[in-house]
């Protein structure tokens, strides 16, 4: 790039972009030496400080925002770091610089350069998207050109707006249509932009009976524009979608089409779809949106074009109107809003758009068929031939209920049933879209909620696949993910019932239900002090529930637990992550209550012992006093005169013994302490009751994680296939010395023939530890056949 770069005659351009390629290499470099030195960097970096009067260089400032896009990298590292911004990105952010530079040009000169880029990406963007004859409109924001369009039709229906204005808005109100599928806060946003009240929206809803059930109402929506049209009122604007921006179905914009035309109501078409207008083979669907009056396009995340505004494509002849509106602009600043994408457009050429866009198309595609061959997944797709959005979540299999009714309530199931069931499906999805965003963040998955499937995840590589590189390995690998999940998921879903009904059954268990757990269900133990009528944080609880969640944790299975407040009020609770199949529910469950119960009682223990402790200490306190004063009767009152009880202490010395108490734990009662200065010994007193252990777990094999199914009857099918093959070398005994199997024990030979001498006597060291279960017998080696 440099070479070219000397080409140019101009040195002003050429200088900007050598600088601009340092520039980016530092923001894109810096990271990894950010990474290093993130331990040294010290807090007082980001607190701003005065201007300085001296002003700093280039590399000086660039390093300020390397260090203010890349510092927080610990707390959010997706969030901050920039990707896949190549050669492409690098034009686009040139058009930023090169507009600041064009603009200080002469203005004749100016005039002609910005009017040659309007003109050419207009012609360029009409040409690849199928809309002849049409003018552009460039803006930063995606919904300020329909905002502007619905300006334009104002302007247009009511002839008289620039004069009268409000007068004729309040005498005939203008309604626009919006489909119920469109993006949220779209009318909101045009009625604040409009000044509009929001009685001027109509929200027409979707198909219930027929068709997409994302898709516009048109029988509806004649209805609707009739009424109105009775009550005064003007239909100014209609609302499409080509592809909306939940699922990507596209609204039946032929036919909505002719409505318009019936009804002289402005059409205007937005969505995703439309970035296939560039391909050879488009949808009729699609196609129809070429005959519409305007058209919202971002070729930004389609190409993967950073910092490039959205476009309006309309068609109309009054460009007095147009001007009115805002569509078009004698500025020159607003005409060179299309230069990053002028610039990009050349940069790509014809060939390199279409090849983004079908490639984005074809990660759909194989997405598409790649999930129509995993169980338990439900595919939303509109069109199976050219759909962009891949849209899918999995179900769970309901009884007496058809595949393709999974989604929606079954008439011989409950409500309560089918809510459950409808939450329980919708956190297990919400659960299988982040952990697949986590392991294959190339894939850019977005986790919805749609008002009839319920939770959902969205594949749009239209959106994300230029951005983020997204390549056909990714979608195998995503396909491969899933159904490394989906055991997973079944198991949960099959075992939550289960964990419910043994929770129930089991003492001091509560069983929560939260709607909102993906994982096998959550559980609250209930100590004896626990108020169950209050809904208020419970201390005791949670000092129970803390060292409940840090003694299962300790137990290393296969099991995630958590502690949190209840669905419904804030006692802690435990909360059971995703179990696999061979998860032993009724061990899992027992262990929670055990080692809850056994930290109540150690809790109870302590605090026994405390005031067993201080009674204790009383009581001594009383007893020493008592005998001091027996010690003073013993003595006499002379004794204690300073000076006469000296002399009389070495005349007639006291033989005092030393009596003290000592406090036996164990007992809970007060001692005498006679013993230990006799006997220089100090004496053991009662021996203490065992410790609790903690955790009761059943035996397991060295390497077997707890809370394992098939552990639980590996003892009894170790010793029966011990049994039946000793059997089997009995009768291969019996064989060999031509006995018959039912010979009693004493009539057989004490070596068989054809049996070593060795083996002879393990299979009758066997024999015997299968008779005597109880003795045992170390010295004895199991054949190498029997191991």
């Not at 709607?515 to 000092?543: C, F, M, Q, T």
Request: hydrophobic share 35%; charged share 25%; with cysteine.
């Amino acid at each position: 790039m440099e070479a070219s770069l000397e080409k140019i005659a101009d040195p002003t351009l050429a200088e900007m972009g050598k600088n601009l390629k340092e520039a980016m290499k530092m923001l894109e470099d810096g990271q990894r030496r950010i990474e290093q030195e993130k331990e040294n960097k010290l807090l007082s970096e980001d607190i701003p400080g005065p201007l300085q009067g001296s002003g700093q260089d280039m590399v000086s400032i660039l390093q300020l925002v390397q260090n203010l896009m890349h510092g927080d990298d610990d707390v959010e590292p997706q969030s901050t770091r920039i990707q896949n911004i190549g050669e492409q990105g690098h034009m686009a952010l040139l058009g930023h610089s090169l507009g600041a530079y064009i603009s200080t040009l002469d203005k004749e000169r100016l005039r002609k350069l910005t009017t040659r880029i309007l003109s050419d990406t207009t012609l360029w963007l009409c040409r690849i998207f199928r809309y002849e004859n049409g003018c552009a409109y460039f803006h930063e924001e995606e919904r300020e050109g329909l905002a502007k369009i619905c300006r334009l039709a104002i302007h247009s229906r009511y002839e008289d707006f620039v004069v009268d204005g409000f007068n004729l808005l309040y005498n005939k109100k203008p309604v626009i249509y919006l489909s119920a599928a469109a993006r949220p806060g779209l009318g909101q946003y045009l009625c604040n932009q409009l000044g509009l009240p929001f009685p001027c929206l109509c929200r027409v809803p979707c198909n219930t009976m027929f068709g997409s059930q994302h898709q516009m109402d048109v029988a509806f929506l004649e209805k609707l524009i009739k009424d109105d049209i009775e009550r005064g009122r003007l239909p100014l604007l209609l609302v499409a979608n080509a592809g909306t921006a939940a699922v990507g179905h596209t609204d039946k914009i032929g036919r909505l089409k002719e409505l318009c035309e019936q009804y002289g109501i402005w059409l205007h078409v937005e969505g995703v779809n439309l970035a296939t207008l560039a391909l050879g083979y488009v949808s009729s669907s699609v196609l129809a949106a070429t005959k519409c009056d305007s058209m919202t396009l971002t070729p930004g995340p389609w190409l993967g074009l950073p910092a490039v505004p959205a476009v309006t494509l309309y068609k109309h002849d009054d460009p007095a109107l147009t001007l009115v509106a805002g569509l078009t602009s004698n500025k020159p600043a607003d005409k060179l809003r299309a230069l990053p994408l002028w610039l990009s457009l050349q940069y790509l050429g014809l060939d390199g758009i279409v090849e983004k866009i079908k490639h984005a198309c074809q990660l759909s595609q194989r997405l598409q068929e790649s999930l129509k061959k995993v169980n338990h997944i439900k595919i939303l797709v509109e069109d199976e031939l050219s759909s962009p959005v891949v849209v899918f979540r999995f179900c769970q299999e309901l009884p007496n209920s058809d595949p393709v009714l999974k989604a929606v309530p079954v008439p011989s199931m409950a409500p309560s049933t089918f809510g459950r069931e409808r939450h329980s499906c919708d956190a297990l999805n919400r659960w299988l879209g982040e952990q697949l965003k986590q392991l294959v963040p190339a894939s850019g998955l977005t986790v919805m909620d749609l008002e009839v499937e319920g939770m959902c995840v969205r594949f749009s590589p239209l959106m994300t696949a230029a951005v983020l590189g997204t390549q056909g390995e990714d979608v195998d690998q995503l396909v491969a993910c899933i159904q490394s999940k989906l055991p997973v998921l079944t198991c949960t879903l099959q075992l939550r019932e289960e964990f419910k009904q043994e929770v129930e059954g089991t003492a001091g268990l509560l069983y929560v239900d939260d709607p909102n757990w993906p994982g096998i269900g959550v559980v609250r133990y209930e100590h004896a002090n626990d108020d169950k009528s209050s809904l208020k944080s419970d201390p005791e609880g949670e000092k129970i529930h803390s060292t409940l969640l840090k003694k299962l944790n300790e137990l290393e299975s296969d099991l995630t637990f958590k502690m949190g407040p209840e669905y419904k009020s804030m006692k802690s609770c435990i909360y059971v992550g995703m179990v696999s199949d061979n998860i032993d529910v009724s061990e899992l469950v027992e262990t929670i209550a055990v080692t809850a119960r056994e930290i109540e009682e150690n809790s109870r223990l302590l605090e026994n012992m405390t005031e067993v402790v201080r009674k204790g200490i009383q009581e001594a306190q009383v007893q020493l006093q008592k005998a001091n004063e027996e010690r003073l009767l013993e003595e006499g009152v002379l004794r204690q005169i300073p000076v006469v009880g000296s002399v009389l202490n070495w005349f007639s010395p006291v033989q005092a013994s030393q009596k003290g108490r000592t406090f036996n734990l164990t007992a809970g009662s007060l001692e005498s302490t006679e013993h230990t200065y006799v006997y220089k010994v100090q004496g053991t007193g009662v021996t203490p009751p065992p410790t609790p252990s903690g955790i009761h777990t059943k035996q397991r094999l060295p390497g077997q994680k707890p809370f394992k199914r098939s552990l639980r009857g590996s003892d009894a099918v170790s010793e029966t296939s011990s049994v039946s093959h000793i059997e089997d070398l009995e009768k291969v005994e019996d064989m060999s010395s031509g006995l018959e199997p039912s010979t009693p024990e004493a009539h057989r030979p004490e070596q068989p023939p054809g049996v070593p001498a060795s083996q002879a006597s393990q299979i009758e060291a066997l024999r015997n530890r299968t008779q005597h279960p109880k003795d045992d017998h170390p010295q004895v080696e199991e054949p190498e056949s029997l191991r």
